[in-house]
């Protein structure tokens, strides 16, 4: 066959076939702009929060009025289910160090509130000998020379 | 209409299927966790329990300067005002009386108190 006579047939060329990545381009960029809109611009506000969310100089705050109701009331029972909100892993070392500080601050008043609450906490020697739970190691009394400085607060434990 | 148009439909579409998606999920399966909320955010209940603290401090103390100042902790909102939000939720959960009558009598120490600046 000769080359001019040779029979040359064109495929009708259709719209080209298009993956459908755009779709998942288009969804990806939603999800984003979906989070961030969730997320930073129009986060969900909670109305109705507990003690043990707020912050922590709000937790102080609310702690140190526990302690003064307590000092000026003696219920312990109350001042305990009050503490209990606050959700502290360990309320008497929270109270303690707390009234450290207040008292470094020069809130002696308060200092001794949260340090009263704290040794009402521990209770006497006979129902710490009961408390079943596990609790750090204390410090052995020793004979101390006079005049030695003494602890005035509790002692604070280390962080969990 | 044309296939170019289609796909902008398309993929407009895919845009806000994913923005729904992203807002169902921020908003209702993991939305934000605050960790460090305001006073003004507590539920009335505790919001009552903190009032009752304040009435029994100034039933102690006398100090209505102090009352008033820690009021202020829960917030912007008047003090008589709160007072009674406290007093009202207190009275329809039957807190005891003598609790009701710490909180009656600061309110009306403030009540007195605003009577007598006007």
Redesign the interface.
């Known amino acids: 066959m000769l080359d001019d006579t040779r029979e040359t047939r064109i495929t009708p060329i259709g719209?080209p076939k298009?993956n459908p990545w755009?779709?998942?381009?288009?969804?990806?960029?939603?999800?984003?702009?979906?989070?961030?809109?969730?997320?930073l611009i129009n986060?969900?506000v909670?109305?109705?929060?507990?003690?043990g969310?707020?912050?922590?100089a709000?937790k102080d705050?609310?702690r140190a009025?526990?302690a003064?109701?307590y000092a000026?009331?003696g219920d312990l029972d109350r001042a305990l289910l009050?503490l209990t909100?606050l959700e502290d892993p360990d309320p008497v070392y929270a109270l303690g160090a707390q009234a450290q500080r207040a008292l470094a601050a020069g809130r002696d008043a308060e200092a001794h509130a949260l340090a009263l609450l704290a040794s009402a906490l521990q209770g006497p020697p006979e129902q710490q000998k009961n408390n079943t739970q596990p609790s750090p190691p204390q410090p052995s009394p020793t004979n101390l020379p006079p005049g030695a400085p003494t602890h005035t607060l509790p002692v604070p434990t280390a962080a969990p | 209409m044309k296939?170019r148009t289609w796909?902008f439909v398309?993929?407009?579409?895919?845009?806000?299927?994913?923005?729904?998606?992203?807002?169902?999920?921020?908003?209702a399966i993991n939305?934000?966790q605050?960790?460090?909320?305001?006073?003004h955010?507590?539920?009335?209940d505790?919001q009552t329990?903190?009032v009752l603290?304040?009435a029994?401090?100034y039933?102690?103390?006398g100090d209505l300067a102090m009352a008033l100042a820690?009021l202020g902790?829960l917030g912007d909102t008047p003090p008589l005002v709160m007072m009674n939000d406290a007093i009202g939720f207190a009275d329809a959960q039957r807190y005891a009386a003598a609790d009701l009558g710490l909180m009656r009598s600061l309110a009306f120490a403030i009540q007195q108190a605003l009577e007598g600046m006007e």
Not at chain 1, 22 to 34: E, H, Q, R, S
Not at chain 2, 34 to 39: A, Q
Not at chain 2, 41 to 44: A, C, D, P, R
């Open positions: 719209p298009r755009y779709l998942l381009t288009g969804a990806v960029l939603g999800l984003i702009l979906g989070l961030v809109y969730a997320w986060p969900v909670y109305g109705s929060s507990t003690p969310t707020l912050g922590e709000d705050f609310y009025t526990i003064q109701v000026s009331t009050r909100l | 296939s796909r398309f993929f407009a579409l895919a845009i806000l299927a994913g923005f729904a998606a992203g807002l169902g999920y921020g908003w939305p934000v605050y960790r460090s909320t305001g006073p955010t507590l539920q009335i505790y329990d903190y603290m304040v029994e401090l039933q102690a103390e820690r902790f």
